[in-house]
């Protein structure tokens, strides 16, 4: 009787073990670990090896989560309006007065005197790059190359966002285990074929996230069961919660006025539009592409005002995580 009653006891080791392995393979290694013989990217396993599925499928969950996230509630060019003209043009006013010393020798004091000449232009083309949003910034391509840069931070991302859920995948393999284990225990009782065990096993293993899983998404709307409840998914309950975690590690690592602005500076077609945009101001191709090459070298003075007035964090917290279908 003493082997029969450690079948629920291993069966729960089993449930909790599957499951801890589970959860770290869907964001462990970051890295292709394994013979690189096949490789395909979006796909964790390779022919001898194996890549987390979040870091294998990073450009693919990354272009659905933008996806969701504009459709839903981010107006770029509503976003980027917040800023008022005139003050970015006061930030980076420096700009002018810096190209002009080093490209024509004009002295610093003098360019800068003529300040009441420059500054309005500058005013302009900020109102110009906010009408022309959509050629100057492409978000999509902005979020997308952060993640594959650094495949980890989308799962950092959903860790953050799923910690309870991803707590409670883990922990239920235990419970769910020892329950399905006690079963399997009646079941050795009465048959004495060997694969019986094994055969539980396999039963164990997948049914412990099949449930946990079902009990974290499931039911999406508020539920009466047999007269009960209502029951909800677990990770909906806490929806307003997973907003605030998505939305505040977006606004800080992700969709930050530097990462901003790199992106618009950086991205060859982004870039192109940025000084042609400018030329139409200032009237000379080479004279704008100065100012662009210069314009890094102030923004540190704008990245402050851009990241408190564009107030991504609220905007965000609204979103709907579960929406998401990779």
Partial sequence: WKSYCLIPIIAALVGYITNYLAVQMIFYPVNYIGLPLWVKDGVPLGLFGWRGIVPSKTKKMTEAMVTMVTEQLLDV?????????????????????????????????????????????????????????????????CVVDQMMQDRGKLGTLFQECGRAELKFLTNSGLWFGFLLGLIQMLVALFVSNPWSLSFGGLIVGLATNWLALKWIFTPVNPTKILGFG???????????????????????????????????????????????????????????????????????????YVDSTLKLRPTLETIKLFELDF
């Avoid at 077609?269 to 000379?284: A, D, H, I, Y």
């Fill in 230 to 304: 209502p029951f909800q998914g677990l990770f909906l309950t806490r929806q307003k919660e997973v907003s605030e975690t998505f939305s505040k590690f977006f606004a800080e690592n992700v969709l930050t006025s530097e990462r901003i602005w790199e992106s618009v500076l950086g991205g060859s077609r982004t870039r192109e539009n940025f000084v042609s945009l400018m030329t139409r101001r200032v009237g000379s191709r080479s004279f704008s592409e100065s100012l662009t090459e210069e314009l890094p070298n102030h923004l540190h003075k704008l990245h402050p």
């Fill in 77 to 141: 060019q509503e976003v980027f309006l917040r800023l008022k003209p005139e003050v970015v043009a006061e930030k980076v006013k420096d700009v002018v007065p810096a190209v002009c010393k080093e490209k024509m020798n004009v002295p610093y004091p003098i360019t800068k005197s003529f300040g009441w000449f420059y500054r309005p232009l500058l005013t302009l083309f900020v109102k110009d790059i906010q009408h022309n949003v959509d050629k100057v910034f492409d978000v999509r391509k």
